[in-house]
């Protein structure tokens, strides 16, 4: 994975997105069952950032790559779901770059 391709840069996106989705679990747990706001508020603030992010390279790659509209679809509400995001990094994203290196090899 590359971080200097756009494909790289969105596959990272799609695994910290996912993470920071997961960590607003525990952060929802201290706010409503220990009055513990401040901590969601951070995390929900940066996962906020991340997902629009994610969102923007998506639509970005799928333009690029001239995606038809499910696939990117498929990407898009991956973003709304816990853990899809890695499913999306496995089964798209990661065969994207796959390609990629086979074309470029070619």
């Known amino acids: 994975m590359k971080f200097n391709t ?3 840069q969105l596959r990272i996106l799609a695994i910290v997105e996912g993470i920071s989705y997961l960590l607003l679990i525990p952060t929802v747990i201290l706010k409503y069952g ?3 706001g401040l901590p969601n508020k951070i995390v929900g603030g940066i996962h906020g950032i991340l997902f629009i992010l994610y969102c923007v390279w ?3 790659y799928a333009i690029k790559k001239r995606w038809n509209f ?3 679809l498929i990407c898009l509400v991956a973003s709304l779901f816990p ?3 890695f499913i999306v990094d496995q ?3 990661k065969k994207e770059e796959e390609n ?3 074309a470029a090899t070619n």
């Open 58 to 60: 998506v639509v970005f």
């Open 6 to 8: 756009v494909l790289g």
């Open 100 to 102: 990629e290196l086979l």
């Open 83 to 85: 853990f899809a995001t």
């Open 34 to 36: 220990f009055e513990m």
């Open 70 to 72: 499910i696939k990117t």
């Open 91 to 93: 089964r798209i994203l």
